[in-house]
């Protein structure tokens, strides 16, 4: 069982630099999310979906692009990457957006701005 | 705005009982308690989850009052390998896009 797989695992970026951390997961879940992790702290959400083609912002949204083009993936793109953009980074699913419905983390992408 | 309170660090001995409390007095009717936890910086793990009632499952046991307004994780025998930050979380009703709301977490030491 994959669950929800993240890459890369790790990356450095230099000031200025756009890149895309890419989250996919076999459970066929509509519901997708990208959360962040500063040191000590607990995750903050970023961007949401709740299906192919419907995405939203979360409580950190600004300098995050997302887009839903397949149930499967969710990727997470940095436009011009900050050094306050330094964090870890995960991405997480469930099966629908309802309550109920148990959300599933990935192992996380590191990203350090330079 | 987290919904959740809990203490920054507990400890507990190895082979007795966790009991890991969690404030939520602001939890809607329609919100559920979540608990995760994560081992140096790991994705999160899922722990269990409740809406009103009590629940169990081979890693833990769920204990919600009855007014909601709080609950508790216990972990009937803990070993060193449950040493972990442990987050109580509120998920939010689907009409408000279903997120989780993460807290401070309480930092669980399991010592020998």
């Known amino acids: 069982n994959a669950g929800v797989t993240q890459t890369p695992k790790f990356q450095v970026l230099k000031t200025g630099q756009s890149m895309t951390l890419q989250c996919a997961q076999d459970m066929n879940h509509e519901y997708m999310s990208w959360y962040r992790q500063d040191p000590g702290m607990g995750l903050r959400l970023i961007h949401y979906?709740?299906?192919?083609?419907?995405?939203d912002q979360g409580e950190v949204p600004n300098g995050y692009n997302v887009s839903r083009s397949t149930t499967e993936d969710f990727p997470l793109r940095l436009l011009s990457a900050a050094p306050s953009q330094t964090s870890v980074y995960f991405c997480?699913?469930?099966?629908?957006?309802?309550?109920?419905?148990?959300?599933?983390f990935g192992e996380g992408s590191w990203l350090t701005v330079v | 705005d987290a919904k959740t309170t809990q203490p920054p660090s507990m400890d507990c001995a190895e082979g007795r009982a966790a009991n890991l409390p969690c404030n939520h007095s602001t939890i809607s009717g329609n919100e559920y308690v979540y608990w995760y936890r994560q081992i140096h910086s790991q994705g999160p793990q899922y722990i269990i989850h409740g809406l009103k009632n009590n629940e169990t499952n081979e890693m833990a046991s769920l204990i919600i009052t009855e007014d909601r307004k709080s609950s508790t994780l216990i972990l009937p025998h803990a070993t060193l390998r449950d040493t972990a930050v442990y987050y109580c979380i509120v998920r939010v009703a689907s009409n408000q896009g279903g997120k989780l709301i993460f807290g401070q977490g309480t930092e669980l030491s399991v010592k020998p």
């Open positions: 979906s709740v299906g192919a083609g419907i995405t």
């Open positions: 997480a699913s469930s099966r629908t957006q309802g309550a109920g419905n148990t959300i599933y």
